[in-house]
């Protein structure tokens, strides 16, 4: 007497797809640290490599509170593109009165409407710094001046 038995089990398995979702968080303000303001009024460029020049009348000072840029995280898996675009210029409102205008960017990615390509693994921050240029003109108020800019991170 023979028995036979057959049995045949078959598994797929798929490994898990790479994130296709991007996530963004600001991590640093864009701040152009202290100075003062002559007759003429300038500019006060911060660069997305955290460099600081002015141009006009404008001092810069070595006080407190530091200039820097602006930094965001970006977590979004290689191969994967990510177009970004911002309103160029925003209003500052001044502590005291007054309003300064700012001009968002440069990006260390490029201009407002730049696609970029990330590089880094599924598991690894790409940051992306910003920088802006605030034209002061003279007689400005002094004071604290503030405001946002949004960017929007577009995954292509």
């Known amino acids: ?12 398995a798929q490994p898990s ?14 701040h152009f640290g202290t100075f003062a303001v002559g007759a003429g009024g300038g500019s006060v460029i911060v660069g997305w490599d955290g460099t600081r ?15 820097q840029p602006a930094i965001f995280e970006l977590k979004l898996c290689a191969g994967r593109s990510v177009n970004i675009s911002f309103d160029p210029t925003v209003n500052l409102s001044g502590s005291d009165g007054g309003n300064l ?23 690894f921050v790409t940051p992306l710094r910003v920088g802006g240029t605030l034209d002061v003109p003279g ?18």
């Open 1 to 12: 007497m023979a028995i036979l038995i057959l049995c045949c089990d078959f598994s797929y």
């Open 17 to 30: 797809l790479p994130q296709r979702s991007i996530t963004v968080m600001a991590t640093q303000q864009l």
């Open 53 to 67: 020049t002015n141009t006009g009348n404008i001092t810069l000072l070595s006080l407190a509170p530091t200039y």
């Open 101 to 123: 205008t700012l001009h968002v960017g440069p990006t260390e990615k490029g201009p407002n409407g730049t696609t970029f390509i990330i590089n880094t693994d599924c598991n």
């Open 139 to 156: 007689g400005s108020i002094p004071g604290v001046y503030t405001g946002s800019f949004f960017i929007t991170f577009n995954q292509e």
